[in-house]
């Protein structure tokens, strides 16, 4: 029998529940999975002395996968797998390294047989090989802007900011280091999250903003980032998140107002010439929630975070770093 082990998103759902104060009889019933379940998982994928984190769970659990192929038959579980992970941009080469149970031809082979589905996974393939010459596709390049969604495009009644869902999302960068932050702003509230990011690569901004959002995932109806590199792998946050992701015309930042403005507010606190790798989590929480309670002229000087309901804003104003 097919083993049916926690998602990446499941594990986030944990790494939440937890912060807010669930037990895992609690998480266990709200993620329909067995108490035992839940307990092996936390045991399992938190270092010592440490309490769960979701990346740190996911990394742990992709670990003991690329160790332990077992020879199974190719089956459809494997194949939703595969698809998974196409959608997370791993190349088949990469998926065959980490499942051991599939190769890279049949991976081919399983999205050239079928047209639909190579439509599909199209925009997921990065590199261009025989098997894409065998099909006569062009190869995708990262941040092809054909296949990004234009703000242009983005309903003219987010503007008005009356609609509360509605994120910009950006990253800031110092002159001393490498790491970077990513702000994360909803327009309606004013509502900032603020993740670090040791470097800014599309995978790791993936994994933070998916980490960000996951709580307020009722409340994504839709993100607008800027055109930088970190954020190529739109497709994977869209999916997950199950949102829409629309990007800022080049040189036009203030198509990203909300963002821009509290980005400068954080720069108050970190300017530019400061090295990022040097302001500790504690203190990124702390701007997080003084920029969260800070009273707004145009709520009538309600806080941002008083538009949320208790656990929310719990994460909103202690961070999740």
Known sequence: ??????????????????????????????LNRHPSTISREIKRNSKPNQTYQAHEAVTLARKRRKNSGNGKAIESSVWRQ?????????????????????????????????????EQFKPYLRRKGKAYRHCKAPS?????????????????????????????????????????????????????????LNQR??????????????PFKKMVKSITFDNGMEFNYHHAIEHYLNTTVYFAEPYKSWQRGTNENTNGLIRQFIPKSAAISLVDDEQIKKI??????????????????????????????????
């Open 1 to 30: 029998m097919y083993y049916n082990h926690l998602s990446r998103k499941e594990r986030y759902q944990i790494f939440v529940l937890l912060q807010a104060g669930k037990n895992k009889k609690e998480i266990a019933q709200l």
């Open 82 to 118: 595969v698809e998974k992970y196409l959608m997370l941009y791993y190349s088949p080469e990469q998926i065959a390294a980490r499942l051991k149970k599939v190769s890279v031809q049949s991976i081919y082979n399983y999205l050239y047989q079928n047209k639909a589905r190579y």
């Open 140 to 196: 995708i390049k990262e941040g092809d802007r054909r296949y990004k969604r234009s703000i242009k495009q983005r309903p003219s009644y987010v503007e008005s900011r009356k609609t509360q869902g509605h994120w910009e999302g950006d990253t800031m960068i110092s002159r001393k280091d490498k790491q970077a932050l990513l702000t994360l702003v909803e327009r309606k509230t004013g509502l900032v999250l603020i993740g670090r």
């Open 201 to 214: 690569t599309a995978s790791e901004t993936r994994d933070m903003i998916i980490k960000l959002l996951t």
């Open 288 to 321: 997080q929630y003084l920029l969260n309670t800070r009273p707004r002229k145009r709520h009538k000087f309600k806080s941002p975070a008083s538009f949320y309901s208790k656990e929310l804003r719990k994460i909103a104003l202690h961070g999740v770093i």
